[in-house]
């Protein structure tokens, strides 16, 4: 069964009207449908004109996810990568595993910024990089990610 596209159902919403009222002297039958088509056809115009309006403004904001879904994950790789080096004991399997689901990428840099922020070595000392790491990924836009559940893959 084949479908048809919703900008040609709009086209047709606009004909059925014009058709209906030409149309409506010419018998009862077709009066008739005038009671329905016309709010149909008047509710189902409206209703795409507003998802196309919507349509721009959602292609912007997954293009900005999707933007900072692969920074974040940038990000969160180079930290990553010098916390499996310096912290022993330190499993990196769970982490950015999953780097095209924007919420897991979230949740992979929160849980690296809590191992950044109560990490302390034998002589209690922070990793030395620590603050420019919280900063780094502090400073990311987590709402554009979180934003983002249906993003484009990285």
């Not at 790789?77 to 999953?98: C, Q």
């Not at 191992?115 to 919280?134: K, M, N």
């Amino acid at each position: 069964m084949a479908q048809v596209p919703n900008w040609k159902l709009r086209r047709l919403a606009t004909r059925a009207k014009r058709v209906q009222a030409r149309r409506a002297a010419e018998s009862p039958a077709i009066t008739a449908f005038g009671a329905t088509l016309q709010p149909k056809a008047d509710a189902y115009i409206t209703a795409y004109d507003a998802a196309m309006k919507y349509t721009a403004h959602w292609r912007k904001e997954m293009s900005e996810g999707g933007t900072a879904v692969a920074t974040l994950t940038k990000e969160l790789r180079g930290w990553l990568a010098l916390v499996l080096r310096d912290v022993p004991g330190f499993d990196g399997s769970s982490y950015n595993d999953s780097p095209r689901v924007a919420d897991d990428v979230v949740e992979d840099a929160e849980r690296l910024m809590d191992v950044l922020e109560e990490y302390r070595d034998p002589a209690g000392l922070a990793l030395a990089y620590s603050p420019q790491a919280l900063a780094r990924l502090g400073a990311l836009p987590f709402e554009a990610v979180e934003f983002c559940s249906e993003c484009p893959p990285v």
